[in-house]
């Protein structure tokens, strides 16, 4: 029965390819092609991963950074409202994303490689600036340690001994 149920879970999932890129290997006879392509994988209920994978052929690579995604999925906390909990900044290499929650009604304002991401961690209301690099791999890397980053206030609060009330106390916004 686990087969099945992994099927299930699978079938949920939906994939994007942010993008594919060729790279080479040098080596005595020449260059040695292959493809680079990089996957996220998520059920919009907060559940999303990213993976990569190489080969010689576009599919091959494309299923490759799919298992991979499946292996290293995190869990996204997500507001009723669509957003996140609150602001966070991802840093990955000389990439830098800061991530801001949104009112209702404003979408997913993200720069092209990361939007995948948010959707599909079903985020719906957000704003995010990439303020470091310009390289796709880095900005969704920075993206992703962001939103593993997140936590829910009521969480916070319990594991600070206190209730979310109380932890508001004194805060002038």
């Known amino acids: 029965m686990p087969r099945d149920r992994k099927r299930q879970e699978d079938s ?3 994939e994007r390819v942010i993008f594919i890129h060729r790279v080479s290997k ?3 006879g020449g ?9 996220a994988v998520g059920d919009g209920k907060g559940n999303v991963g990213l993976g ?9 690579a494309i299923s490759k950074a799919v298992e991979d995604a499946k292996k290293n999925m995190f869990h996204v906390p997500v507001t009723d409202e669509g957003t996140i ?12 994303v800061l991530i801001k929650p949104a009112i209702e009604g404003t979408g ?22 990439s303020l470091g690099t ?10 992703a340690e962001g939103l593993k980053e997140l ?9 600070r001994g206190m209730t979310v009330a109380e932890m508001f106390v004194g805060k002038e916004n």
């Open 151 to 159: 936590e829910m206030p009521a969480d916070t609060a319990e594991r």
């Open 26 to 28: 040098t080596v005595k």
């Open 85 to 96: 909990p609150h602001e966070v900044e991802g840093h990955y290499g000389a990439g830098r």
């Open 52 to 60: 990569m994978g190489k080969s010689a052929e576009v599919p091959q």
């Open 12 to 14: 949920d999932l939906q």
């Open 108 to 129: 997913v304002i993200a720069g092209g490689p990361v939007r995948p991401l948010f959707e599909l961690a079903g985020i719906t209301n957000v704003l995010s600036k």
């Open 134 to 143: 310009s390289n796709a791999l880095n900005m969704v890397k920075a993206a």
């Open 31 to 39: 260059r040695r092609m292959s493809l680079l392509a990089l996957v």
